[in-house]
């Protein structure tokens, strides 16, 4: 289990649709005994409607400050596994959230993942309202619109491709521990690992 700092979420996980944000964080907080929270869940709780449905009555920027909400609430108050809606880190005032959170102990993790992979998961027949279209050329798009800010709020950049929930809950498992190491001795340029599993890209 990472050993963060200060209070706050054991971690953070964010990354695209199909990067396994939820059944990673299911795997990682069976395996320390923890809760698992999903701030998308947290907002169809709090409006009583599923977020096709928000983006659909409301628009896309009344989720976003809903989502924007729930991840300070969640950060300020969950102590277990935190899984991120996909968009949220774009907010600028959750990457101050993120940064803060870390510059605090905490870890946020980066599940990446590529289309090929990405698409079975996600299951591109499902309603997602910024997937509507051409599915697999709007995740492509916002992809490559998103990784930037993924990798700038990321402690850690571990790829799922090909690897099941619980394999890739062990190589985080194993980035944690040499991230141990890099805060014990106060080595800044350890300080965040580098990416897993690069071999599979």
Do not use: C
């Not at 591109?124 to 990798?151: D, K």
């Not at 080595?187 to 890209?201: I, L, W």
């Amino acid at each position: 289990m990472p050993n963060t700092e200060g209070p706050g979420p054991r971690i953070v996980l964010v990354g695209p649709p199909g990067s396994g944000k939820s059944t990673v964080g299911a795997a990682l907080a069976e395996r320390w005994h923890l809760a698992l929270r999903d701030t998308d869940s947290d907002v169809e709780t709090t409006v009583g409607k599923t977020i096709p449905e928000i983006f659909f009555d409301d628009g896309e920027p009344a989720f976003r400050e809903l989502e924007r909400a729930a991840v300070a609430a969640a950060v300020a108050e969950h102590d277990g596994v935190l899984a991120l809606g996909g968009g949220a880190v774009l907010d600028e005032r959750t990457q101050r959230v993120l940064a803060d959170y870390e510059h605090g102990g905490g870890v946020v993790v980066f599940l990446d993942v590529t289309l090929t992979h990405a698409a079975p998961r996600v299951g591109f027949n499902q309603s997602r309202p910024l997937l509507l279209g051409n599915p697999r050329a709007q995740w492509q798009a916002l992809m490559e619109a998103r990784r930037p800010v993924y990798e700038r709020v990321a402690t850690m950049r571990v790829l799922t491709d090909g690897l099941r929930p619980a394999d890739v809950a062990e190589a985080i498992e194993g980035e944690l521990a040499a991230l141990r190491v890099a805060r014990a001795t106060n080595d800044p340029a350890a300080a965040r690992v580098p990416t897993t599993n690069e071999g599979d890209e």
